[in-house]
C-alpha cells in the first residue's frame, strides 16, 4: 500500500484515504487504483464505489474515477483550503511582477480549472474567470498538469494535443512550459508545476497575456518569476503540513 499518508490505525479508513491519495495526481483506472495503493482489486473497487455514491469521487468520460465534487463542497464550506490560501498573494505578487494575468489551475477529470486569477487591471489581457473549465489537450498549464503522469495517461491525453511526448519531456526537464496560441490565438502563457504530499504535481501557476507583450518565447520573460511563484507556494504547503 501507498505509505504516503500517516496510518490512523482504522484499515478502512486508511485505505479509503490511500483511494483518495491516488486520485489527487488525476484520474486513474480500476487497474490503476490497484497498482497506486497496493489493495486487491476487490476492495479498490469496493472503496471507490462506495466513494463515488457519496460524491467524493465521480468518472470522466472515459469511466476512469476522479475526485468527486464532494471535496471542493467541503474545502468551500470549511474555507481553509490551504493551496488557495496560500497562493492567492503569490498571485498578485506574480501579477505585479510580471505586468500580467496570473492563474492558478486544477486537474478535474478532462479538464483544468481556474481555481484562482490574479488579473492585469489595465490593458490587453487574458482574463480567465476563477471556475472556468478549460482543455487538457492545450496551454502550458495543461502541459504542467500532464507532464508527470505515468506513460500511459500521457499517451492517451495526447492524441489530439497541441503538444507532442517530446515537448513534454522538455517539459519535465526544465520544470516550467509556454504555450504560443495553443488555447487561444493571439495568447501566450507560461506555467510552472505546484507539488503536493509526495512530489506529486497537484496545481499549475501560470501567467497568460497577448502574444504582442509575452513575445513568441514567453518562456524567456517570464519563467524565472513563474517557477519561482510556483515554489513559493509548494514551500508554503509544505510548511502548513507540518504545523
Given at each position: 500500500m501507498d505509505n504516503s499518508s500517516p496510518s490512523s490505525g482504522v484499515g478502512v479508513l486508511d485505505k479509503t484515504m490511500s483511494v483518495l491519495d491516488a486520485l489527487e495526481s488525476g484520474p486513474a483506472?480500476?487497474?490503476?487504483?490497484?497498482?497506486?495503493?497496493?489493495?486487491?482489486?476487490?476492495?479498490?473497487?469496493?472503496?471507490?464505489?462506495?466513494?463515488?455514491?457519496?460524491?467524493?469521487?465521480?468518472r470522466d468520460?472515459?469511466?476512469r474515477f476522479v475526485l468527486g465534487p464532494r471535496l471542493g463542497e467541503l474545502s468551500i464550506a470549511t474555507g481553509e483550503d490551504r493551496l488557495l490560501a496560500v497562493s492567492t498573494p503569490v498571485l498578485a505578487q506574480l501579477r505585479d511582477l510580471t505586468?500580467?494575468?496570473?492563474?492558478?489551475?486544477?486537474?478535474?477529470?478532462?479538464?483544468?480549472?481556474?481555481?484562482?486569477?490574479?488579473?492585469?487591471?489595465?490593458?490587453?489581457?487574458?482574463?480567465?474567470?476563477?471556475?472556468?473549465?478549460?482543455?487538457?489537450?492545450?496551454?502550458?498549464?495543461a502541459q504542467i498538469l500532464l507532464a508527470w503522469e505515468d506513460a500511459d495517461?500521457?499517451?492517451?491525453?495526447?492524441?489530439?494535443?497541441?503538444?507532442?511526448?517530446?515537448?513534454?519531456?522538455?517539459?519535465?526537464?526544465?520544470?516550467?512550459?509556454?504555450?504560443?496560441?495553443?488555447?487561444?490565438?493571439?495568447?501566450?502563457?507560461?506555467?510552472?508545476?505546484?507539488?503536493?504530499?509526495?512530489?506529486?504535481?497537484?496545481?499549475?501557476?501560470?501567467?497568460?497575456?497577448p502574444i504582442e507583450r509575452l513575445t513568441r518565447s514567453p518562456g524567456r520573460l517570464h519563467a524565472p518569476a513563474v517557477t519561482a511563484a510556483a515554489e513559493k507556494i509548494t514551500e508554503a504547503l509544505h510548511h502548513t503540513e507540518g504545523m
Open positions: 483506472s480500476l487497474a490503476q487504483l490497484v497498482r497506486i495503493t497496493g489493495l486487491a482489486r476487490p476492495t479498490a473497487h469496493r472503496l471507490a464505489v462506495a466513494l463515488e455514491r457519496h460524491r467524493m469521487v465521480s468520460s472515459q469511466g505586468g500580467e494575468s496570473a492563474q492558478l489551475y486544477r486537474r478535474q477529470g478532462d479538464v483544468r480549472v481556474c481555481v484562482a486569477a490574479a488579473e492585469r487591471t489595465s490593458g490587453l489581457r487574458d482574463t480567465v474567470p476563477v471556475g472556468s473549465e478549460l482543455p487538457m489537450n492545450a496551454g502550458s498549464a495517461r500521457i499517451r492517451r491525453s495526447l492524441r489530439g494535443a497541441h503538444f507532442t511526448a517530446q515537448s513534454l519531456t522538455q517539459v519535465r526537464r526544465r520544470r516550467w512550459a509556454q504555450s504560443v496560441g495553443e488555447r487561444e490565438q493571439g495568447v501566450a502563457s507560461v506555467s510552472a508545476p505546484i507539488h503536493g504530499p509526495g512530489g506529486r504535481v497537484i496545481a499549475a501557476v501560470s501567467v497568460s497575456g
